[in-house]
């Protein structure tokens, strides 16, 4: 099981603790494999930016009118957080229905 998320993000820590054998991945560190990202999306659709955070709020019309996939490969703090993956299976957030899957 991989979990991505940020060293910083409460959520992505509280969703680490409860899995502790989840592989910790750092997206601002390490960033999201391509294969991933891709996935996820066709997972997950707009779902998976994160329109509320600071990063989002940074971006200017032009930046946010590019494709999702552009813009996550290069802001991937843009990703809405924990993305957990386990083989073929997707998990994005730290929602009750997550939690009652997963921990």
Known sequence: ???Y???TCDTCRKAA???PDANYIDVRKDGVPAEVL???YHVFGDKLVNKSSTTWRGLDEAERARPALELLAEHPTLMKRPLITQGNQMWLGWTKDVQA???
């Open 38 to 40: 891709s996935a996820a």
């Open 17 to 19: 603790k409860a899995l």
């Open 5 to 7: 998320g940020l060293k």
């Open 101 to 103: 899957e997963l921990a």
């Open 1 to 3: 099981m991989n979990l």
